[in-house]
């Protein structure tokens, strides 16, 4: 079949975070109707997700819809292709979107490439962290851990068992960064909001212990605005433990040096890591890192490599010094100096983005000048709990109600359009007078059955078709058949098929049909990616049989 041509751009951003999107809207003003044919963004979701609110959709004091926005609103002017970039070939200016089970690959070609991907996190250095800590990184996450907290608070109600009650009551959360003071502030207060309607749980009992390395929390900031978070966290209750590590964890324990604490639940907002695109990418092309970052020049353009852009947590772009000329990066004389390039904030992904966006659109636009990256930071804000927040802006801090309405003004004040402002409005004003809603709320669809059933002649999948499942006959017969009607093969009782299909490009070479009564098990792709991913012998054993297909 021959290949669909590729989709061809002047300017590709890849991401759809803070960074990408205010680099399409300044490209979309600078190149006003042109934007639309010239730009792509391409992200892997349709929404962006305005991070900095996952901690209030944990406490369940903001709704899961408020810190969500699609991107082809805020981005109307350029094209939005929402697709999972697979890989990139720089020299060649093209890379491979998957859009999804039904087409394949589709080649996206670039002038300009904007790197915009944010980080991953991976906890593989602890152990027993990645199989039982819970993570804040996306919307998914904060629901299910807004319901995990719910759930432990009512099985702790169930139980008569002290122990078990403890270790059902205690939250620990590992990391004392924005995401972790905001998340332990929001669990403490959901803990005092509603233990008043489970009148056997004894309130002392509810503990929030907040782990973090450094000696000061908040190393994003700066020391004071992190003794100031400390004072007030304690305040509310919840204990915080500085200058240590989480050295392993398992479903009930999590171990701190020669310390442990009894727990069920463990939320890690720490082991960001490099993206793992951006790694190979830049080691095929010598492009420079500095601890997982593409380091770029004041004007976000990659050194070396012309075309080639960065803004936001994936780039290390140099912090520029107050009334000093911009191109001279502040040098890190210690730990707790400023580092020599902007921290991974979101008010420095949406600054970088736009100058970024600005800059490529003089230079599309043939005038070619760029400007330097001179923003050093407004203040800072972080929300701690439930209309609480701390806040430093013009060297005064300040915390409690009036720094959290800011927070959220802020915030309205960067939605876009005026009836989404406005409902997202009544819903803050509505919440102001009612408590949180507390339901259960699991996504747990409907289980289907996992065997299945077939009568002579019913066909389970047709050449071509996407692979989704993993067979074993129980019973009966299958015969699968090539594209052109003839006979392939046949898989008897205790036989298995589609490991081929799973293990390569998760497409049918066969039509599956039954040639008798058959009763089948199905096991989805993502378990048994889980399964070969586990068990070296497994995914050995099922490439020889997958090649001997
Ligand atoms: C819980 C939490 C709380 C925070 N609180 C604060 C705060 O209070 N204040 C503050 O300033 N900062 C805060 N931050 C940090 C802030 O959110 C980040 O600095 C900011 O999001 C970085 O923006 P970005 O665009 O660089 O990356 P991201 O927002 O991470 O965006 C990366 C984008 O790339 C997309 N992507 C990744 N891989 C692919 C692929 N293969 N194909 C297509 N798309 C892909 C992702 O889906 C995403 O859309 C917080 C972060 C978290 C997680």
């Known amino acids: 079949m021959p290949s669909a041509p590729a989709l061809q751009f002047d300017v590709v951003i890849a991401g759809g975070g803070f960074a990408a999107v205010y680099c399409a809207r300044a490209l979309a003003r600078g190149l006003g109707d042109e934007a639309r044919n010239r730009v792509a963004l391409v992200a892997d979701q349709n929404f962006m997700v305005f991070q900095p609110m996952l901690a209030e959709v944990v406490g369940a004091s903001l709704s899961p819809r408020h810190v969500v926005n699609p991107i082809r609103r805020l981005c109307s002017g350029v094209t939005v292709l929402r697709g999972s970039i697979s890989s990139i070939d720089l020299p060649a200016g093209a890379m491979q979107v998957n859009a999804g089970d039904f087409t394949g690959n589709v080649s996206v070609e670039f002038k300009h490439l904007v790197l915009t991907l944010g980080g991953i996190v991976d906890l593989s250095r602890v152990p027993g962290m990645t199989e039982h800590a819970f993570l804040l990184k996306n919307v998914g996450d904060a629901l299910k851990l807004r319901s995990t907290i719910i759930d432990r608070i009512e099985e702790a109600n169930l139980t008569s068992d002290a122990a078990a009650m403890e270790r059902l009551l205690r939250f620990v959360i590992v990391g004392g960064g924005y995401s972790g003071v905001e998340t332990a502030g929001q669990i403490r207060d959901l803990g005092d909001e509603i233990l008043g309607l489970y009148p056997r749980l004894p ?14 929390l908040l190393p994003e900031i700066n ?5 100031y978070c400390e004072e007030n966290l304690k305040g509310r209750g919840v204990e915080i433990i500085l200058g240590s590590r989480v050295s392993g964890m398992t479903a009930s324990k999590v171990y701190i040096g020669e310390r442990s604490f009894e727990t069920h639940t463990v939320v890690s907002t ?15 092309n010598s492009i420079e890192l500095d601890r997982g970052r593409v380091v770029t020049d004041d004007t976000l353009k990659v050194k070396d490599h012309p075309g080639l852009w960065a803004a936001g947590d994936c780039a290390a772009v140099p912090m520029p010094v107050k009334n000093a000329p911009v191109s001279e990066p502040v040098k890190a004389a210690s730990p707790f100096t400023p580092q020599p390039f902007c921290p991974p904030t979101a008010q420095f992904a949406v600054r970088q983005g736009t100058l970024l966006g600005k800059n490529l659109a003089s230079v599309l636009g043939g005038k070619g000048e760029v400007e330097s990256f001179k923003f050093t930071g407004l203040g800072e804000l972080a929300s701690i709990g439930h209309r609480a927040a701390v806040a430093e802006i013009m060297g005064m801090q300040f915390s409690g109600f009036f720094a959290w309405w800011l927070w959220r003004s802020i915030y309205l004040m960067k939605l876009p359009g005026l009836e989404r402002k406005l409902r997202v409005l009544m819903d803050w004003t509505l919440d102001l007078f009612f408590p949180r809603d507390i339901s259960l709320f699991q996504s747990r669809p409907t289980q289907r059955l996992k065997g299945m059933r077939l009568e002579v002649g019913d066909i389970l999948f047709h050449a071509g078709e996407p692979a ?9 017969r299958i015969d699968l058949r090539n594209p ?20 390569h490009d998760r497409k049918w070479q066969f039509t599956a049909i039954a040639a008798e009564s058959t009763e ?15 068990d070296k012998s497994i995914r050995d054993f099922l490439l020889t049989t997958a090649a001997s297909h």
């Open 223 to 227: 020391e004071s605005l992190g003794r």
């Open 468 to 476: 989704f499942s993993f067979y074993i006959v129980k019973s009966g």
């Open 520 to 534: 089948l098990v199905a096991i989805s792709a993502g378990v048994f990616d889980s399964i070969i991913d586990a």
């Open 203 to 216: 309130k002392e009992l509810f503990r929030v212990i907040l782990i973090h390395s450094g000696p000061h």
């Open 270 to 284: 720490v082991g960001n890591a490099p993206h793992p695109m951006l790694v190979s990418l830049c080691s095929d």
């Open 484 to 503: 052109d009607g003839t006979p392939a093969k046949s898989v008897y009782p205790g036989d298995h098929f589609g490991e081929r299909a799973l293990l």
